[in-house]
């Protein structure tokens, strides 16, 4: 008979684990790095080390959980160099994804949070964010209401000024969202004035309403009270204005976009147990 084991989580991190009644704690780094494990008494049981893409440096010890480089988001480690993340399966030793991405061509095919692991992780095998999501909050000041901010980019006041090697990464999905919007409308006021309401402006406006709703699908089925969560609510209701007024100014037809899409059709009767939800791409439950 398998032994079974019980996980529990905290804001949807792995904190630790009962396998047949041995309690083992993850101690996790900045990026969520399994580096240390622990006994119930605090002992220090097993230590690790990785190269940036998530090979194993050294190791000392034993740890018995399969989770690892990015443990504490989910990465499991199925077999050497392999990992099941959600969506698809990546491997640490040619640091590429095995699978297309499944938001292609809008997210890169094979490559790994484009190629800076040691800041980005992607615990959907969909889309790259920081590793603090849900820490940010959405500010609205009431001396000036227009200047709604979040993150690093999201919001008047949050526009690119640095150079593209000096930027930080988004801290969330929306914000990475909302930095690669201000990338789209660079380019787009390159090509000469403000295009912010005309093309190619109009269509970095509704890409990033699009970006929103598939944030919202990933992160906040379950559980929309996170600041980034709100943020991504109140991104939404104000572009998919903003999308719309675009579409209807240079005369195609217009698409509304619900707020809060139903999961696909395909993953309709599925029903998940309490503390997990439905994966809206790959109809699988997902632990919170």
Known sequence: MAMS???ATVHGRLVEENRGGVVTEYVP???GNVI??????G???STTTYWPFGEVRTQTGTNPSPWGFCGVWGYLT???SRMYVRARHFRADTSRWLTLD???PSKDAYHYVRNTPTSLIDPTGLYEMGPDLGVGVPTWPAYQPWFWNYGNYCGLRNWIKAKPCELPPGISCLDVACKEHD???HKANKSGGNNYWKPPGTSCNCKLLQDALVCYLLHCRNDSSSGHCRATKQLIAVFQIICTAGLIKNNPVPILVPILPPPP???SGRICPTGSHLHPVTCECVWE
């Open 5 to 7: 084991v019980t996980y």
């Open 29 to 31: 780094d900045t990026l």
């Open 36 to 41: 240390m494990t622990t006994n119930e008494l």
């Open 43 to 45: 002992t220090v049981t």
């Open 78 to 80: 199925d077999a050497v």
């Open 102 to 104: 499944p938001l292609w």
């Open 183 to 185: 990338e789209c409308l």
């Open 265 to 267: 059709p395909r993953c």
